[in-house]
Each structure stands twice: as C-alpha cells, then as structure tokens.
C-alpha cells in the first residue's frame, strides 16, 4: 500500500475548499443566511435536504463557512465561530444540546441535567461571549433527535437567559438531513418563525462522482487514481444508493485499509455501535440477504426477546438501533409509500451480516449473548409465525 501524503482529506468531516457540482446551491444557500446583516427579523433558520450521499452535510458546513468568511470581512468584532453537531447517533434534544453545550466546556456530561437548564447554559454562553454563531445540525433523519425544542429555545432566547438580559448576538442555523428528517425537525414550529422551504439536491450524477472521488483521491495521495479504482468506487457507490458519502468510505477504504479509521473521523465507539445480539440476529432472520420490512424486524426481535425472557425494545429504541448500523455503512433505511401511516419502513443490506463489528448492548449481558448465538438457532418468519431456519453468521465482537 502507497503511503498516503494527507490522510485527513478521506476523513469524512473533512471540508474541500471547492464543492464539486453544488456551486450553484451553495451561492443559494449563502444567499438565504443574508450575513452579515440580514434583512429578516431573526431567528435565521435555513434548511438543506436531500437523500444519503447527495452532500447536504458538505454543503451546510461550507455554507457556515462562507458566513464566517463574510463576517470577518465585515470587520465585526469578536470574530464569529461555526459549532457544527451531527444528530444522528444523539439521544433527543437532551443529546445535542450537550454536544452544543461541550463545544464550549469539552468536559461536560449533561447527564441528570434537564433539557432546559442545557439549552440555557449554551445560549448564556453565546450571549456572554458575544461572537456572531452559525449552528449546523447535520445528519438529521426521521427517528433522530427531537430538534423543536433546541429551535425554539434558538428562536425566543429570552426565556432562557438571567433576568435583565435579553437578545443574543447574531446566531444562524443550518439544518441538513433528509427531507422527511428536516419536516419532522420543523414540526411544531409553525406560527412561531420561518423556516421552509428547505433547499433541496438531487443526487449526484454519475459524472460528478467521478470528479469527486479523482479530487479527493488526488488530494489524499498527490498523484491521479486509476480510471478502473474510479469505476470500480463510483458504480458500487451508485449501486449502494448511498452517493458521495459511500464512494469516499470505499475510497477511505480502499486507500487506508480494511476499515479506514483516521484522525478527524467522528468515533466509533464500542457504546455508539453497542447492538442487542438478538436486534442482529432479527435482522438476518427477516432479511436473509436482501431486504424487509422493519415490521418483519420488529417482529422477529419480538419472538427472540420472548424466548430470552425480556421485553422486546420500543419502536423508537429498535430504530436508533437501526440508525447506528445506517451510520456504520451496513444497512440503508429507505422509506416507500404504502403502510397504515401512508409510508413503509424497509431495511437493506449493504454488507453481510457476518462481518459486522458490534458489541452487546447495554441491555444484554454477555451471558445472555452467548445463550442466543450458541444455544437456540434464530428464527425466520413465516406467515407472522416464528419457525427454525439455520443460522445467520454473527460476529463476536
């Protein structure tokens, strides 16, 4: 393997100077912050929506980036700052204002604080510092954090700030993630203040992966790629459905080794990829090795927990679950029409099962692990009725 001359470039908060293909969305969405005096009253809320891979993320935080620029052009003073916070492994509005609240004290643990008295503490903090902010809340997607509290406290700050002050410097919010994701976010805000309509991307091409997988590459390694890693990267990419994001972690990969881990990625901790045994086990038994249903999840997680002797996990529990494997590059959640709701949840494959990393969850001892993957085989549903079938691999990790 070549030595590689700026690793941090495959890292996927990594920002490129120049956005391939998305130069007109980005002069949009720059136009929409209006920094640095905007002619909207505040709060300025924009929102930035598109599927897995499409470079919502990227163009939100260049889009912050730009904002900065142009403040400090202003010659404003304190100069402004950008604290960007991706939600999609967070637990609710509890979750993300601690990480908000973290950018300014990294030792802070927001456990046994209320929601509120967090969201008090970072809009004290904005107001006591003085510096114009620009907030980015990325990955945002149906079944993540609740984001209505965070901006309402962001729209109507005053309720939360010591008595006698009041207004805080000028604070921008970019929102990005799905665009179910982002009107779930915008739910309950309606009467309050703005914050459609969301600038919305189509995904990429195929041409305009190539180019950003030749850039990234070159960056990375100083020399052009090979048209055949191109094609080899951009058409799994593409076949995948998941865009940029999955070319450059095959790139990651491809250049960096087997996982691809560098400085600059977010963590993956054993706790944010800490799975129920039986949660992966009920997915391989509904899925098999091509998709289904999250019903057909649910209930095989269901049969499983009855056998263990517990209680199966809520809805909304199963689906973080599902959200941390998303995240890890295992699966894609797609959402079809159809259901009682009008829409129906499906799960998909994108590696096989038996070469995920996972540690137990929390709420499974490893003794109880080892009863399920050694002891009883795992189930498959047929006709909503739970029948042997021969194992699914499961790693150990």
Known sequence: MSPVAHPEVLSIDWLP???????????????????????????????????????????????????????????????????????????????VATAL????????????????????????????????????????????????????AIGEPDRFLPEGESGLPPVWTVLAGSAEGLETAARGLEGRFAVRPFLELEPYSETALRSIVRDRFERACGRAPSSELVTRIVGRAIGDGLGARRAIDLLRRDVLGTRGRIDGDPPVRAAHLSIEPRVVRA???????????????????????????????????????????????????????????????????????????????????????ASLVGGAP??????????ERPPVGFPEG
């Open 378 to 387: 795992p189930l498959e549903l047929s006709g909503g009725t739970p029948r």
């Open 283 to 369: 997915i391989g038994a509904a899925i098999g090795g091509g998709a289904a249903p999250l019903s057909e999840i649910r209930r095989c997680e269901a049969a499983l927990a009855a056998r263990q002797g517990v209680r199966p996990l809520p809805t909304t529990t199963l689906w973080r679950r599902l959200v941390r494997l998303e995240r890890a590059g295992y699966v894609r959640r797609e959402i079809r029409t159809g259901g009682s709701g009008g829409t129906r949840s499906v799960l998909r494959l994108l590696s096989p099962i038996d070469e995920w990393v996972t540690a137990p969850g929390r709420s499974e001892t490893l003794r109880g692990f």
């Open 101 to 152: 609240l973290q950018r300014f004290d990294d030792g802070f643990d927001g456990r046994g604080f209320p929601t509120a008295e967090i969201l008090a503490g970072v809009l004290r903090r904005i107001r006591r510092e003085g510096r114009p902010t620009v907030i980015v809340l990325d990955d945002i997607a149906v079944g993540g954090a609740e984001l209505a509290p965070l901006l309402r």
């Open 17 to 95: 100077p120049v956005l391939l293909a998305r130069e007109r969305e980005l002069q949009d969405l720059v136009r929409r912050l209006d920094a640095p005096h905007p002619h909207a009253p505040a709060p300025w809320i924009v929102g930035v929506a598109g599927p897995s891979g499409a470079g919502s993320s990227t163009l939100a935080r260049r889009a912050a980036r730009e904002t900065v620029d142009r403040m400090r052009a202003s010659g404003d003073s304190p100069p402004a700052r950008t604290l960007a916070v991706r939600t999609a492994l967070l637990r609710g509005a509890h979750g």
